[in-house]
């Protein structure tokens, strides 16, 4: 396998990574609507599914606003 094979597996598997991080939390935001979770514990579960998704906490991609419109 070649550096390009390796940088494009790396780039699907980091996209992967954030897709599945945003889903995660658009299932989070719907039980924060129905009341489930709070704000509170909304910032900190978020926290830990970026940090397991790998996606840094000053990331573009992380979505830290538990308000829903």
Not at 23 to 42: C, D, H, N, Q, Y
């Amino acid at each position: 396998m070649g550096s390009t094979e390796r940088k494009w597996l790396m780039e699907k598997e980091h996209y992967h990574k954030i897709i599945t991080y945003q889903t995660t939390v658009s299932i989070l935001k719907s039980w924060m609507r129905a009341g489930l979770v709070t704000p509170e514990e909304f910032q900190k579960i978020n926290t830990i599914i970026a940090e397991r998704s790998g996606i840094s906490l000053c990331s573009i991609f992380l979505d830290s606003c538990p308000f829903v419109r």
